[in-house]
Nanobody
Framework: QVQLVESGGGLVQAGGSLRLSCAASGSIFSPNVMGWYRQAPGKQRQQRELVATITSGGGTNYADSVKGRFTISRDNAKNTVYLQMNDLKPEDSAVYYC?????????WGEGALVTVSS
């Protein structure tokens, strides 16, 4: 089992910044991928969209909608992944979920609410 604890969500005005953190604990092994997905208001779980991912080797992947504004990073010693979100827009409002994936398994965090006011 892997436990994920997210922090850093909140309310921010458009153009502002937030930083999300997700700390993983438990039966962690490498290689693995950690990432952020978001679920907009009114959307179903299966409609969660990828925001950004980062491998244990440091490779990154971003959704086109956040490229140039969001930066994903990780501290492998702390088993923690971060999402720095700049120039936030109202359409970025969502519950942001942390995901950990290893060979044959995946785990989700409980989610962190991000609300961007116009």
């Amino acid at each position: 089992q892997v436990q994920l604890v997210e922090s850093g969500g909140g309310l921010v005005q458009a153009g502002g910044s937030l930083r999300l953190s997700c700390a993983a604990s438990g039966s962690i092994f490498s290689p693995n991928v950690m990432g952020w997905y978001r679920q907009a208001p009114g959307k179903q779980r299966q409609q969660r969209e990828l925001v950004a991912t980062i491998t244990s080797g440091g490779g990154t992947n971003y959704a086109d909608s956040v490229k140039g504004r969001f930066t994903i990073s990780r501290d492998n010693a702390k088993n923690t992944v971060y999402l720095q979100m700049n120039d936030l827009k109202p359409e970025d409002s969502a519950v942001y979920y942390c995901k950990w994936s290893g060979v044959g398994m995946m785990y989700w965090g409980e989610g962190a609410l991000v609300t961007v006011s116009s």
